[in-house]
């Protein structure tokens, strides 16, 4: 699927994307003191950003892969089939999604990082 001007930072989701913003968790605002301001090998990152239908939690555009943080709502039966159909379609804009569950972040934040580094060397 190629990439449109509407696949991006669509308007409409955009009082969406900046409430998303307003209430981060501490998880996400935990990993974004260390993505902001490419502080990751120089990689840009972008945070609750619209791609396609959807707000992802992170986004580097350059190396098109999207970061998304799950609580533990997310290993409920319906919200494992919506991740599954968001990651399916973010794959077929040749985007890669990486999950980490949020206690991954607060208790291994350096191997979260590490993992997000390594992923972007092979991209």
């Known amino acids: 699927m ?3 001007n509407r696949t991006y930072n669509d308007r409409e ?3 969406l994307r900046r409430t998303l913003r307003k ?29 396609g239908r959807y707000v992802v939690d992170f986004y580097c555009p ?12 997310h290993t409920e039966k319906t919200n494992l089939q919506l991740d599954a159909e968001r990651d399916k379609a973010l794959n077929t804009l040749n985007i890669r999604v990486l999950r980490f569950w ?22």
């Open 62 to 73: 350059e190396k098109r892969i999207v970061i998304e943080l799950d609580g533990g709502h």
């Open 13 to 15: 989701l955009k009082s």
């Open 23 to 51: 209430n981060f968790t501490d998880q996400e605002r935990l990993l974004w003191s260390k993505l902001r301001n490419r502080q990751l090998d120089g990689h840009k990152f972008y945070r609750q950003y619209g791609v």
């Open 2 to 4: 190629k990439a449109t």
């Open 102 to 123: 949020n206690h991954e972040v607060k208790t291994n934040l350096y191997g979260v990082l590490e993992t997000i580094l390594h992923i972007l060397k092979d991209s």
